[in-house]
């Protein structure tokens, strides 16, 4: 069985009739799990609060290691404590691999570095604005962003809600509606680089620099110099009643 038969097997299984496409995952070559225990994670990992280490932490912790590239998780990281009194976490993950289990061979035994006090090691991404320089905890924008196309709604209803996706009798050819259950076929656009890939793909710019704080921040404070210097010359005469 090949790739190509996988599609064959969605296409057929999303289009039966009494089934929620939402609700079924894609298939996949037949792959094996391998567990993992990681140590020397701090259970309580923030400077400033008593919230304890949760999988999502985990998770951004995977994904900002580059050891982690091409590693997908098969569930959520498990979290427990050491002992009651200890401050330190044992964190259990499960990921894909193949049958000889080459992806946790890959892994055994290597260290990567979480940093001590400040979870992130590198510049952290916000997973609801799509920003780099602050964590999801403690964005201030309201609602959500889309990460594929920087919209005011959260990602997974970027189907619903994008201009892309909705039909337009307009363009040339004319556009038709994405399918529901469907991902959408469209370029997307990075509200951080404007490529066209989605804010947190591996392919951008601000994605490679992820352990380069300082280069963050130059280019956060280019951007911004480049944004006050286009409101000013819109403004421009516009004052004027
Ligand atoms: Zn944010
Ligand atoms: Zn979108
Ligand atoms: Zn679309
Ligand atoms: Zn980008």
């Not at 993992?36 to 280490?53: F, V």
């Not at 090691?121 to 959500?144: D, E, L, Y």
């Not at 189907?159 to 050819?173: D, G, L, Y």
Request: aromatic share 10%.
């Amino acid at each position: 069985m090949q790739q190509s038969d996988l599609s064959i097997i969605d296409h057929y299984v999303k289009n039966a009739n009494d089934i929620n496409a939402l609700q079924v995952e894609d298939s996949r070559l037949s792959k094996s799990k391998s567990y993992l225990k990681i140590i020397g994670i701090l259970y309580y990992p923030h400077t400033n609060s008593q919230e304890n280490l949760k999988s999502s932490d985990v998770e951004t912790i995977l994904k900002q290691n580059y050891i982690f590239d091409n590693i997908s998780l098969a569930s959520r990281p498990r979290i427990i404590k050491v002992s009651p009194k200890s401050n330190m976490a044992i964190v259990w993950i499960d990921i894909w691999d193949v049958q000889s289990g080459h992806n946790a061979k890959l892994l055994i035994n290597r260290c990567f570095n979480v940093g001590r006090a400040n979870m992130n090691p590198g510049v952290p991404q916000c997973k609801n604005c799509w920003k780099w320089g602050h964590s999801t905890f403690s964005c201030r924008i309201q609602g959500a962003k889309c990460v594929k196309c920087n919209g005011p709604y959260k990602s997974k209803h970027h189907r619903e809600f994008s201009w892309c996706c909705k039909a337009n009798a307009k363009t040339n050819p004319p556009r038709l509606e994405t399918k529901k259950g469907k991902p959408c076929p469209h370029t997307f656009k990075c509200s951080n680089c404007k490529g066209d890939h989605q804010a947190d793909s591996n392919h951008c710019l601000f994605w490679r620099h992820r352990f380069n704080r300082e280069w963050h921040v130059k280019k956060y404070a280019e951007i911004c110099e480049n944004r006050s210097q286009s409101i000013h010359s819109e403004g421009n005469g516009r004052f004027n009643q």
